[in-house]
């Protein structure tokens, strides 16, 4: 019978799949390559099949309270003059926007009772048999457990051991992103400030308390020699990419350059034909990364709940679990993998024309939302 599960990552899926097999009767562990808590990430919503999970977790308090109070999308020119605005202030009853570091920071909080959770640490070999799976760590002694499941995110460590370099299952859409608290003072507005040049996006969204998180989105061709885990490259790019840059650029360049902290990634999407084999299998970004503007933090949730449920059904055969997972999962991912190009040439629009056409949209969805709003 399954009992011991690994969980390798601790972002929102991993400590969400502990907190749901722990209370299914599994003892999970989970280990986070990270030496704690990461405090970057743009904000990210909770809503969809996420917003039950949350609640079930008795999480909602604790969100609302760390959610942001956004009431708008405003884009400013290069002196930083509001050129449109899309109203946000909808009602939001079945979903919260949080930065995600608060996210994952409340979820794991809400398992850490109930889970052994092992800091600074990664899985570096496995090998499985009908019974279970061997795990070899970087650091700790090695142990066995009954299965492993990979919420190690887009990079993640758990594929490529069990199914091959990342190069053939991720795929680099042509943006990057990288992400970085900052202070209050670079948006005290309770919009999000938004300013677009052909291929490049930068914003500030504003938080609770007294910070900021600066997101800076832009078109580019794979880096060669692109290394996720290398800061010091990380920075390099950036300021290439926004070199002459109006508005608050210069300002978040300088604070690019001092980050102790800043989210780099590619904005890529993660495809497998299988998310198991045997005893081990993925979940989140590590299985179906539906990239920026897919809600992946949202299907991440709602996935784990899944396969802590399958599981729990299948106890006796967990292989059967795992796959009555990604029968059902897939369901919600594939869709929203498919809406990329679209998001993307909205959000990031690659030429002057577009950033025009973009800004001057925003002010027809407002119009649009104040007469939906009268008719209500
Ligand atoms: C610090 C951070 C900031 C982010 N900011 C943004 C953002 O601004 N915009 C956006 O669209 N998405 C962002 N993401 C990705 C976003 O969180 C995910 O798309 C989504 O929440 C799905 O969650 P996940 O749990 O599958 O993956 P993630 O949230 O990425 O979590 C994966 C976890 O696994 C850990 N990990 C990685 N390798 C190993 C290993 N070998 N062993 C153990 N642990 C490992 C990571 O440290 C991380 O904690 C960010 C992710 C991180 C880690």
Known sequence: MTQTVLISGAGVAGPTLAYWLARNGFTPTIVERAAGQRSSGNPVDVRGPAFPVAEKMGLLPRLRAAATATTGLAFVDAQGRRKSRVDLSVNRAAEVEVPRADLAAIITDAVSGSAEIVYGDSISALSQDGSGVDVTFERGAPRRFDLVIGTDGQHSTVRR???????????????????????????????????????????????????????????????????HRDTA???????????????????LIERVRDAGDLYFDTVSQVRLDTWSRGRIGLLGDAASSVSLFGEGSSLAMAGAYTLARTLAEHRDRPEQGLKAYEHEHRKLTAPRQNGFATAATLMVPATRFGVALRDNGARLVTGWQRLKAAVR
């Open 233 to 251: 490259q990380h920075k390099r790019i950036v300021e290439q990419a926004y070199a002459g840059g109006g508005w608050l650029v210069p300002e």
């Open 161 to 227: 051991l069990v199914w091959g370099p990342e190069t053939d299952f991720v795929t680099h859409r042509g943006l990057y992103v990288a992400t970085l608290p900052v202070e209050r003072e670079l948006n005290p507005t309770t919009d999000v400030l938004l300013y677009g040049m052909p291929g490049r996006l930068a914003s500030v969204h504003p938080v609770r308390g007294d910070g900021g998180i600066a997101a800076l989105i832009w078109r580019g061709r794979p880096v060669p020699g692109y290394d």
